[in-house]
């Protein structure tokens, strides 16, 4: 018995010393680390050291500042250069695709039905306004009229103005009518976005009726509604933005 504990113990203690042997072995063929290297500086290029020695040589920081000085002058300028005549138009009409219009003391110097029997005289100052409206809008022109005569006065003037071959007039699309309620249905049938008249009545009588009204008087006039504009005259309404 006491001969196979010694066994034991001798075999025990070999084991104990050949694992630490083993250990010993692994811990001696490990790679020691490495010292870390360090970092080596870039040195400038030429390139760089030759902009940055150079006076006046622009960097890409100073480009793009410079680029977006650029871009603001330029934004700058367009908001201060005036409206073209189209744009006031366009901008005045609020996009609106038709129009009706009185002629007298609007389109024609003469401002009574009795005048038209004797002549009939287009304003030369409000032909370039008229003309910008009919390139994008559908124009309808009316009046009353005392007869016949009268109507192919106006129907003259108006075409040897150049209004029916220099624009988007139409000569079919020049009304006449008898009273004044005549011209107070045609706009109601027409149901223009905007209305163009002389006349206070009839416009306080179309104010609901009609999107949007220009009230032309010598003397400017109070308005009647929200949707009612006043000037005293066409061109003079186009003629700003302050108007409005």
Known sequence: MTCACTKLRSFTTLAAITITLIFAWKLLRAPQEQPRRPRRRVAP????????SRPGA???????????????????NQLFQPL??????????SEGRRVTCRLLGVILEETTPEELQNHVTVRP???????????????YLMERILD??????????LSEAGLFTN???????????STENGRTSFVRQLEPDWHIDTSPEIV??????IKYQLHISPQRAERVASNVFSSTSLEQFFGGLDQR
Do not use: M, W, Y
């Open 167 to 177: 624009s988007g007039l139409i000569k079919d699309k020049v009304l006449f009518c």
């Open 58 to 76: 622009l960097t890409s920081t100073d480009a793009c500042s410079s680029s977006a000085d650029s871009r603001a002058q330029e934004a700058i």
């Open 204 to 209: 306080h009588q179309l104010a609901r009726f």
């Open 45 to 52: 290029s030429p390139s760089n050291t030759s902009s940055r």
């Open 84 to 93: 073209t005549l189209e744009q006031l138009v366009r901008h005045k009409l």
């Open 148 to 157: 016949d005569e009268s109507g192919e006065k106006v129907l003259s003037a």
């Open 125 to 139: 100052s409000v032909l370039e306004v008229l003309i910008e409206i009919a390139k994008f809008c559908d124009v």
